[in-house]
């Protein structure tokens, strides 16, 4: 499980870069969780991240300094957009939210990995599914990439990290 590192690592070897995450998702899509499993850390203490400008957790400090110390100088950004694939009543506002994510202005044309989380449970939508209710193909100004994923079990979190990886690099 060295996800995030391992692009780092892959990315550190090329041009030195300073690159911007930016996760964002309904609340419940495990995005909390997603950064505990991209830092190694423990996944089983979750509790619902109470929303603060002043606080973020361990694992989000421990990735902002891992990127800000990693890596400098060109800057790129990176979207990811966190879905919880088994809730599909929320399907419609997510797909608001991330409509609006990729118009806007100031990320035009950045990439956009989404990730189809919570794919361990069995009511989970298929990532191809989320897409084609999503309308992601009718997003051409970007690559993107939907990635079926559990950030419980850590099970399509690596994919998504090597397809960062990929698409950063090119």
């Not at 190694?40 to 979750?46: K, Y």
Request: charged share 25%; aromatic share 4%.
């Amino acid at each position: 499980k060295n996800g995030l590192l391992s692009v780092i690592q892959k990315l550190k070897g090329s041009t030195e870069l300073e690159l911007r995450v930016v996760l964002l998702g309904l609340d419940n899509a495990g995005k909390t969780t997603l950064l505990k499993c991209l830092a190694s850390e423990d996944v089983n203490t979750i509790t619902p991240t109470q929303v603060s400008l002043n606080k973020t957790s361990p694992a989000e400090k421990r990735l902002v300094e891992i990127f800000w110390s990693s890596l400098q100088c060109l800057l790129l950004h990176l979207q990811v957009y966190d879905i919880d694939s088994a809730d599909k009543k929320r399907f419609e506002e997510t797909g608001l939210e991330l409509s609006e994510l990729i118009d806007e202005e100031n990320l035009t044309g950045d990439p956009i990995l989404i990730f189809a989380n919570k794919q361990d449970l069995g009511t989970a939508s298929l990532a191809s599914e989320i897409a084609e209710g999503l309308n992601l193909h009718t997003y051409r100004d970007r690559v993107w990439q939907i990635q079926a994923c559990s950030a419980l079990t850590g099970e399509g979190v690596q994919d998504g990290m090597n397809w960062i990886c990929n698409n950063l690099v090119k």
